[in-house]
């Protein structure tokens, strides 16, 4: 497949950086690649001043540029085309080369096993090796599931998803259109319900009898889980992209467009609402209440509620200015520290010195 330069601003909404573009021969692109690696039969962007080197020195045939760019590559043969966010142009460019690379075909393996009582219709679903579709359960048009998936009894999965391998969709769970689950991610675990039996002594397990509810263009990452309710629904709200090993516990909500990063960990039956971002590795204890767009920084630990619309920072979670300034008072705690041991010292000398001048001077015993 090759894109020419007119297919190129179509997609990417941009406009030529420079009318001397125009008198260049007009580019055409068959790959996309790094500003580092690319040649010139591919296009790159530049979404990010760290990579503002690899972008003068690129070789790449056509580059994704930000408005107001101040320098040109080196080498004259790069075309600009400015768009108000290169990384989300170019993420256009990559859907168009994917989509010719990855055609749906739809149908169902030989070594696929679909029971009888599974809505599936082979001619609008692909079905591949290994997988299994119990009974009930049912596939909406245009879906795709990969390589040894299990969908449970009576499980719906909408139209236009997309189930890569190992993917397990347990029992009654909800899956709603155009979503995206990355390999040996499970829906519908199993919540983390125990209680200790005190005549016994030995834990016993409480059953979860809920389900979870997928909502519309919603990403799952690789081996995240996410719980199914103990009774009612674990809810994942529209939009929203969860990363790789992630853990979403029994009967959370997440609301529409939130983020959650690798590493991170909600337990069960908090709300996180909608526009959260919520970096790596954090910790979100049980039963808690997170505002719209609030953003949670690297390895926040949250163990109260947060209001919405705030950054937060640390363990336990403080707003992040605060915890900035937390952080720089704990970086200067060895200099703190070595100067009260020089004060106590010099204290103790002074309390010697002066004891030693009243035994001298002092008239009376």
Same mark, same amino acid.
């Given at each position: 497949?090759t894109l020419s330069l007119a297919e190129l601003l179509r997609l990417t909404g941009g406009k030529l950086v420079s009318p001397e573009t125009e008198s260049r021969v007009s580019p055409s692109v068959s790959g996309v690649a790094t500003l580092a690696e690319a040649t010139p ?5 530049? @979404? ?139 829906? @519908? ?15 016993? %397990? ?33 939009? %929203? ?58 390895? %926040? ?65």
């Amino acid at each position: 497949m090759t894109l020419s330069l007119a297919e190129l601003l179509r997609l990417t909404g941009g406009k030529l950086v420079s009318p001397e573009t125009e008198s260049r021969v007009s580019p055409s692109v068959s790959g996309v690649a790094t500003l580092a690696e690319a040649t010139p039969a591919e296009a790159s962007f530049l @979404g990010n001043e760290k990579y503002y080197k690899d972008y003068l020195a690129t070789k790449a045939g056509v580059v994704l540029v930000p408005p107001g760019v101040p320098e040109r590559p080196s080498d004259a043969g790069v075309t600009l085309i400015e768009v108000e966010n290169p990384s989300l142009a170019f993420n256009a460019l990559v859907d168009a080369f994917m989509k010719v690379s990855g055609d749906f075909e739809p149908g169902i393996h030989p070594t696929a096993f679909v029971h009888p009582e599974a809505q599936v219709d082979p001619a609008k679903v692909r079905v591949r090796a290994g997988a299994v579709i119990e009974a009930g359960a049912s596939i909406g048009e245009g879906t795709d599931i990969g390589p040894g998936c299990v969908v449970g009894s009576h499980a719906q999965i909408g139209e236009h998803c997309k189930l890569y391998a190992r993917v397990v969709v347990r029992e009654r769970c909800i899956v709603g259109n155009y979503v995206v689950v990355q390999p040996g991610a499970v829906i @519908g675990s199993d919540g983390f319900g125990f209680l200790l039996n005190k005549e016994t002594g030995r834990y016993e %397990t409480v059953d979860q009898v809920g389900i979870v509810v997928i909502e519309d263009h919603v990403d799952i990452g690789a081996n995240t889980t996410i719980d199914r309710a103990r009774f009612g629904r674990t809810v994942i709200g529209e939009g %929203t992209k969860i990363d790789n090993l992630v853990q979403i516990g029994h009967n959370v909500t997440i609301g529409k467009h939130t983020i959650v990063v690798s590493q991170s960990g909600v337990a069960g039956s908090s709300h996180l609402g909608n526009y959260v971002t919520v970096a790596a590795q954090c910790g979100i204890a049980g039963h808690l209440h997170i505002g719209d767009q609030a953003i949670l920084a690297a390895r %926040t630990g949250v163990m109260s509620d947060l209001k919405g619309g705030e950054a937060y920072w640390g363990s336990p979670s403080s707003p992040f200015k605060d915890a900035m300034k937390q952080y720089a008072a704990l970086r200067k705690l060895p200099e703190a520290m070595k100067t009260v041991q020089e004060l106590r010292k010099g204290a103790s000398e002074l309390r010697e010195r002066l004891a030693e001048k009243r035994r001298f001077w002092w008239p009376f015993k």
